[in-house]
């Protein structure tokens, strides 16, 4: 079994940071990739970034230029350091991985979310 656990959500006034942080644990081989989505009820679950192994990252629309996403490999562990966070941020943030298992089979795995909420 594999897991992933996130953690570093809150609350936040307008215009302040944030650090997610997601461990990934379990019958690893490797990871290939790691990301962030986010949910807010009634609208559908959308990217925010993704981060290859390699490091070759990608960004949504939606928060491009105020985040940035990394990982450490040594750790199996993404990051998404949120910035100029705004009322609409708020959502229920999502840890993503694509992990080969030891057992050589290909799984998509996800958090269970962690919740920032954005508000004065």
């Known amino acids: 079994q594999v897991h992933l656990v996130e953690s570093g959500g809150g609350l936040v006034h307008p215009g302040g940071s944030l650090r997610l942080s997601c461990a990934a644990s379990?019958?690893?081989?490797?990871?290939?990739?790691m990301g962030w989505y986010r949910q807010t009820p009634g609208k559908e679950r959308e990217l925010v970034a993704t981060i290859i192994s390699g490091g070759s990252t990608n960004y949504g629309d939606s928060m491009k230029g105020r985040c940035t996403i990394s990982r450490d490999n040594t750790q199996n562990t993404v990051y998404l350091q949120m910035n100029s966070l705004k009322p609409e941020d708020t959502a229920v943030y999502y840890c993503?991985?694509?992990?080969?298992?030891?057992?050589?089979?290909?799984?998509?795995?996800w958090g269970q979310g962690t919740l920032v909420t954005v508000s004065s």
């Open positions: 993503n991985a694509y992990i080969r298992t030891v057992a050589r089979t290909y799984l998509e795995v």
């Open positions: 379990g019958s690893i081989f490797s990871i290939n990739n």
